[in-house]
T-cell receptor, first 114, second 111 residues
Framework: GENVEQHPSTLSVQEGDSAVIKCTYSDSASNYFPWYKQELGKRPQLIIDIRSNVGEKKDQRIAVTLNKTAKHFSLHITETQPEDSAVYFCAASKGSTGAQKLVFGQGTRLTINP | DTAVSQTPKYLVTQMGNDKSIKCEQNLGHDTMYWYKQDSKKFLKIMFSYNNKELIINETVPNRFSPKSPDKAHLNLHINSLELGDSAVYFC??????????FGPGTRLTVL
């Protein structure tokens, strides 16, 4: 089955700097790659996603890149702010009839230092 | 206004007891999921229902039994609770293979 590895497990950056989180996946049939942000004690919330027919997607300060050949995808956050501090999860899925079986990475705890 | 809701938010119980967690979504989605998040924050899918039909059933002890009375509800019943069942359980919903929206979670503590 699918296996997703996420690095680093913790990341600390200065406010205003950029943060990059990387994930690799094992199943070349995976075609959907969402990123979720989870604040302490809260639910995971989708911040951006990408499908395999696209190499890059951007939404304001957040961007995701996908390299299908190497089977890895990355989250880029620019101009980081204190409210970006949270745990970030990548996931991969190849979908099935009627559902997405998301396989999550281990999470990255991002801390933005003021 | 809550899109995906779960009850209860906290559940503290003794080993060996049976408990249920309820989930409801008002997004009109046809697919619902249960995830378990352990103490190390690892998120793992347990089950998924599409239009009341079980379509994803991961390697989960058969003490866990999901039930979907209709498209908007997916409940999780757990028999003979064990210490290792302590975790946060999240319900989620999606429109088929679309974006999954998570509920607020239920923190289960087994003593």
């Amino acid at each position: 089955g699918e296996n997703v590895e996420q690095h680093p497990s913790t990341l600390s950056v200065q406010e205003g700097d950029s943060a990059v989180i990387k994930c690799t996946y094992s199943d070349s049939a995976s075609n959907y790659f969402p990123w979720y942000k989870q604040e302490l004690g809260k639910r995971p919330q989708l911040i951006i996603d990408i499908r395999s027919n696209v190499g890059e997607k951007k939404d304001q300060r957040i961007a995701v890149t996908l390299n299908k050949t190497a089977k890895h995808f990355s989250l880029h956050i620019t101009e980081t702010q204190p409210e970006d501090s949270a745990v970030y999860f990548c996931a991969a899925s190849k979908g099935s009839t009627g559902a997405q079986k998301l396989v999550f990475g281990q999470g990255t705890r991002l801390t933005i230092n003021p | 206004d809550t899109a995906v809701s779960q009850t209860p938010k906290y559940l503290v119980t003794q080993m060996g007891n049976d408990k249920s967690i309820k989930c409801e979504q008002n997004l009109g989605h046809d697919t619902m999921y249960w995830y378990k998040q352990d103490s190390k924050k690892f998120l793992k899918i347990m089950f998924s229902y599409n239009n009341k039909e079980l379509i994803i059933n991961e390697t989960v002890p058969n003490r866990f039994s999901p039930k979907s009375p209709d498209k908007a509800h997916l409940n999780l019943h757990i028999n003979s609770l064990e210490l290792g069942d302590s975790a946060v359980y999240f319900c989620a919903s999606s429109q088929a293979t679309g974006t999954q929206y998570f509920g607020p979670g239920t923190r289960l503590t087994v003593l």
